[in-house]
């Protein structure tokens, strides 16, 4: 049985996601991070951490959202799914899930933490221009190779889709300029069977939890 923790709105939404796409059945567990939880020292042998996501299957435990949802789709994935069968189509993959980690999604998440999710004493208001500045600046760069109009790699939905429509998801729900020609993109993404269960999986666990 596999096994993946999660926290509501969190990337591990990810995972879940990604484990309703290919059909693998699992078990999710929500920590209370806000309560501490991640910091147990049985939740520590699993991330070093104490962060979200964490995917245990069988005698195999992976952290860091991109590497557990390359692992889940090379161990689960039927006939190329959300992931290309072939190397250049799994490099292409590969390289948009890199953009989406490193240069659209940190300049959210530095916005985010100094306006908060640190402690007072850590937070540096100075930074935020900045860090919509390099927000920007990625989207132009994903515009100019992008249009909304499929999916992101070729014609099938892949981890690409996955991690790029929770991102665009998050700058939505923070008030970040989206392009429109994403918006039905977005909602085409939102949509699919998989992502609503995942959702609600993630929202039922947290609700189990509290």
């Not at 908060?116 to 937070?123: M, R, S, T, V, Y």
């Not at 249009?147 to 996955?162: K, Q």
Request: charged share 25%; aromatic share 10%.
């Amino acid at each position: 049985m596999v096994h993946v923790y999660t926290y509501a709105g969190s990337r591990s939404l990810r995972v879940v996601w990604t484990l309703e796409e290919l059909g693998v059945e699992y078990q999710c567990h929500a920590l209370r991070l806000d309560k501490g939880e991640g910091q147990t020292a049985e939740h520590l042998l699993r991330h070093p951490d104490g962060k979200v996501p964490v995917l245990v299957d069988g005698d195999v435990t992976v952290f860091e959202s991109g590497a557990i949802c390359r692992y889940l789709a090379a161990k689960y994935g039927k006939d190329g799914q959300l992931m290309p069968s072939d190397l250049e189509g799994q490099a292409q993959v590969d390289q948009w899930l890199f953009f989406v980690l490193t240069e659209l999604e940190q300049p959210l998440w530095t916005q985010a933490k100094h306006t908060f999710a640190l402690p007072d004493a850590q937070k540096v208001p100075a930074v935020i221009p900045t860090a919509a500045w390099e927000y920007k600046r990625a989207m132009g760069a994903l515009e100019r190779r992008f249009n909304g109009e499929g999916w992101l790699v070729g014609d099938a939905f892949s981890l690409a889709d996955i991690f790029l429509a929770q991102t665009l998801g998050w700058a939505e729900k923070a008030k970040h300029p989206v392009p429109e020609q994403f918006k039905d993109y977005l909602a085409r993404c939102a949509a699919r069977p998989a992502c609503a269960r995942a959702v609600a999986r993630e929202e039922a666990a947290a609700e189990g939890a509290s």
